[in-house]
């Protein structure tokens, strides 16, 4: 090998090394320039998270949680008023066998069969009482009506209709 081409693979050499350690030098400095950024946030994995960590229930106490039940239930009352159970139906019988059979049937929880003698005291209070213990629900010793029947979505003109089938239809 000739003299020129020893320099030439010197220099050459100095050169490559060079550019190397150059490019691992900028390689580190975009790193560093990096890492002092704040990540862009993930729209999606922040939804996930929240979802995730969301409380399952609420806890209601003192009087501005009385305030929050009462907002919960306005707030469910007024998302099932657009709802109307049974497609509005007023046929009492389609409302009896769908819902209140359960308990008048068997009697649960003090509730009075369609029997004339389980309803004589009840009805002697007036139809107005029965249907507003009906609607609005009613705890007494003989037993419980739960509002409506237990379902919020029955109109009171349903639930007026279906108590009328029940006493026409009492044996």
Known sequence: MRNHDLVF???FSMVIAFLV???LALILLGVYINSQQEPEPNPVAEAAMAQR???VGAVYAGSTGAAAQAAAAAQAA????GQVAYDGT???KVIYDALCSACHTSGAAGAPKLVK???TARIAQGMDTVNRHAIDGFTGAAGVMPAKGGNPNLSD???VATVQWMVDNLK
Not at 78 to 81: I, L, T, V
């Open 90 to 92: 007023l046929d009492g």
């Open 9 to 11: 693979l010197k220099h």
């Open 21 to 23: 350690a150059l490019t």
């Open 117 to 119: 003698a389980e309803w």
């Open 53 to 55: 960590v969301r409380p």
């Open 78 to 81: 007024a998302a099932s008023a």
């Open 157 to 159: 003109e349903q639930v």
